[in-house]
Nanobody, 117 residues
Framework: QVQLVESGGGLVQPGGSLRLSCVAS????????MKWYRQAPEKERELVAA???????NYADYVKGRFTISRDNNKKTVYLQMNSLKAEDTAVYYC???????????WGQGTQVTVSS
């Protein structure tokens, strides 16, 4: 069983930055395809960014050029650097992991990001 623990959320003004972290338990992090999702109030959960086991990245169009996903396998951590934040980025951000060998998936508990002046 893998546990994911997110941190780094908070309140930030428009135009500001935050860095989210997601730490994974266990020893299989290098086999995990990692993603960040978000869910705003009364909206469906949506994919924000993804990073493969080899470090290839993909982004939703609405965060391209502003957000950067990265991973540190030694620390078993995936990051989401968020710059030029907008009010519409306000949401709970979730970390997601998929084991590329077994297809087992895991979710973190989420961290709140609020962009407001």
């Amino acid at each position: 069983q893998v546990q994911l623990v997110e941190s780094g959320g908070g309140l930030v003004q428009p135009g500001g930055s935050l860095r989210l972290s997601c730490v994974a338990s266990g020893s299989l992090f290098t086999l995990m395809f990692m993603k960040w999702y978000r869910q705003a109030p009364e909206k469906e959960r949506e994919l924000v960014a993804a990073i493969s086991t080899g470090g290839s990245t993909n982004y939703a169009d609405y965060v391209k050029g502003r957000f950067t996903i990265s991973r540190d396998n030694n620390k078993k951590t995936v990051y989401l650097q968020m710059n030029s934040l907008k009010a519409e980025d306000t949401a709970v951000y979730y970390c997601h992991a998929r084991n590329i060998l077994t297809s087992e998936t895991y979710w973190g508990q989420g961290t709140q990001v609020t962009v407001s002046s």
